[in-house]
């Protein structure tokens, strides 16, 4: 299980939060980068670069073993 790789989410795709979840995808130490957005057409990019988007935020963390949240507080 020690070699096994974990699928990882990440909700919120704003300027910091693409970033980081390209960053988690670019390392190669997850199986999947799940995503997702409010603004669902934000997704797309990292789709086109091999993330899974999800429609909603239970939808990520219930497929995925670590889930990051990079939300604003409003």
């Known amino acids: 299980m020690a070699d096994a790789k974990l699928n990882v989410g990440f ?6 939060g693409e970033a980081m979840a390209r960053n988690l995808m670019k390392s190669g130490l997850f199986a999947s980068v799940t995503v997702w957005n409010r603004t669902l057409a934000k997704c ?6 091999g993330a899974k988007m999800a ?20």
């Open 44 to 49: 797309q990019t990292l789709v086109s670069e």
């Open 11 to 16: 909700l919120g795709l704003g300027i910091m």
């Open 55 to 74: 429609e909603t935020p239970a939808a990520v963390v219930s497929s995925c073993d670590i889930t990051f949240a990079m939300v604003r507080q409003i």
